[in-house]
């Protein structure tokens, strides 16, 4: 068997097996967007590492560095805000070409440090050209009651989002594709907004049951929520938004809209599932806060999978971003 058998999220599976003698310790491990361990009393550390590589993650010549140097911190930190807690610390390990000029790193970290977060250290090595690596680790810290997990969803939540979906990877494509005007796009694929302040507040609020950030689209991120919190959901695809360059773009490509706004991946977007009492209250304290809006795209039930529907009827929808 191979790891290409298996999935990204099957060789994950697999790690977490050899770590069950950890499991009984007062700890979450490998599962959530982040870990979590106790700090001061009624308070954890939620700590996450994400790798961003290039060729994969990035094109060395569609990105620039100050962008680059934004975006990989700004992903770990969006994994830290989704469980409703701030983001610290961070540690930076790069592998990177030694004929790189120090402009561009100068470049990078100006991106890295525009988010006001201090570097307290990490590794460095040289690397082959093309294979440039980086890792960031951020630490974050929350009140335990305020962590917001995959598992937390209830039966009859409304399941939402915090924005459009699909913006990053219509900049994906006009920028594989060199499509002029598609600007606000292409910034929402190489500097996304991060909802750090809305995550924190959403943390404070008992109704916010489940939380994590979008970034493998909602159609495969919704699937780690289910799963965990053992129920299903239904969601409704004409109640999602996108932007009008991502209509634009489907137009052109003549691809479905709404399939690249659930698998897509990258929006780093907030997807929380909210008691459908309170709702229309938190919403509304939440667009006087933030002048923007939480949209409800579906419901949580008790099934064990996941039901599309379009203008009332059933649909096929394909499967978020996985690596492998
Ligand atoms: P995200 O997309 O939010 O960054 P991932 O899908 O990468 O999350 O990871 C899901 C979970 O699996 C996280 O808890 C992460 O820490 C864990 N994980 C991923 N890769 C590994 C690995 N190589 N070893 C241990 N845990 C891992
Ligand atoms: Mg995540």
Known sequence: MKLGDIGEFGLIEEIKKTQKKFSEMNFTGIGDDCAIFPSKEGFSYVVTTDMLVEGKHFLIDKINPKDLGYKSLAV???????????????????????????????????????????????????????????????????????????????????????????????????????????????????????????????????????????????SSDLRHICKQSKCGAVINIDDILTTQETKTLCNNLNINSQELALSGGEDYALLLTISSDAFNKINKEYKALFNSELYSIGTINSDNKITYLSENKVTDINRGFTHF
């Not at 990078?108 to 890792?135: A, R, V």
């Open 76 to 218: 770990s930190v969006s994994d830290v805000a989704s469980m409703g807690a701030k983001a610290m610390f961070s540690f930076l390990s790069i592998s990177i070409n030694k004929n790189t000029s120090t402009q561009w790193i100068n470049d990078f970290l100006t991106g890295y440090n525009s988010m006001n977060i201090p570097l307290l250290g990490g590794d460095t090595c040289s690397g082959e050209e093309g294979n440039m690596c980086i890792n960031v680790t951020v630490i974050g810290e929350c009140e335990n009651t305020n962590i917001k997990y995959r598992s937390s969803a209830k039966v009859g939540d409304i399941v939402a989002v915090t924005s459009p979906l699909g913006a990053s990877a219509t900049g994906l494509q006009a920028i594989l594709k060199n499509l002029p005007n598609y600007d606000e796009s292409i910034k929402a694929h190489v500097h996304p907004y991060i909802f750090e302040k809305e995550s924190v507040w959403l943390g404070t609020k008992n109704e916010v049951h489940a939380m994590m950030d979008i970034s493998d689209g909602v």
